[in-house]
């Protein structure tokens, strides 16, 4: 299953409501998780199933969706949310990746 | 708090094997019921499933990787490691070692370590 994250970039101010696409190949229910890569960081979960957000991850944070089309949404960023953001899949085995979100600081 | 570590050569020459090892702290590896993966991210490009063990010995691999690929597990020293032959250029890449559950979510990810495939 191929995903297709866009934009690929984008440049917000903090505070700013941003809002990250990914779109699959193939339906793939709500089994979507995102992640988040800052800088020099490894990436860490923060959404399971399309919308749970993983232990610890601030409510600002939500994620909606089912099918094919998903998104993550960030209702306030905040300095620390300006990273790469990815989804993945999991219904369809193996597992895949999208490219990536850029999150960038304007 | 489960922290994972990636260590080995980071250089590698072409056609030769690629070993990487992961170091699990803060948990026993045997505990619970998680799987063990290798994903890889090359530069510019995407995150790459690699393959996962469990710490009884089950494993699976992705079939991108031409049956090149064997993770194995030594839960004496909490530790699981990754083999690639025959590696060339197109394996250049941060390879990450992380913990999943049955249901392929990843987390948490290890720091990464940066292979480069190169004479």
């Known amino acids: 299953v191929v995903l297709t994250q866009s934009p690929a970039a984008l440049s917000l101010s903090p505070g700013a409501r941003v809002t990250l696409s990914c779109r699959t190949s193939?339906?793939?229910?709500?089994?979507v998780a995102w992640y988040q890569q800052r800088p020099g960081q490894a990436p860490r979960l923060l959404m399971s199933?399309?919308?749970n957000r993983a232990a610890g991850i601030p409510a600002r944070f939500s994620g909606s969706g089912s099918g094919t089309d998903f998104t993550l949404t960030i209702s306030s960023l905040d300095p620390e949310d300006f990273a790469v953001y990815y989804c993945q899949q999991r219904r369809r085995w193996p597992p895949t990746f999208g490219g990536g979100t850029k999150v960038e600081i304007k | 708090q489960v922290q994972l570590q990636e260590s080995g050569p980071r250089l590698v020459k072409p056609s030769q094997t690629l070993s990487l090892t992961c170091t699990v702290s803060g948990a026993s590896i045997s505990s619970g019921s998680y799987y063990w993966s290798w994903i890889r991210q090359a530069a510019g490009k995407g995150l790459e499933w690699i393959g996962r063990?469990?710490?009884?010995?089950?494993?699976i691999y992705n079939p991108s990787l031409n049956s090149r690929g064997s993770i194995s597990v030594d839960t004496s020293k909490n530790q699981f490691s990754l083999r690639l032959t025959s590696v060339t250029a197109s394996d250049t890449a941060m390879y990450f070692c992380?913990?999943?559950?049955?249901?392929?979510?990843?987390?948490?990810w290890g720091q990464g370590t940066l292979v480069t495939v190169s004479s």
């Open positions: 199933d399309a919308s």
């Open positions: 992380v913990r999943g559950g049955t249901d392929y979510w990843f987390d948490p």
């Open positions: 063990i469990h710490t009884s010995g089950s494993t």
């Open positions: 193939q339906s793939v229910d709500t089994y």
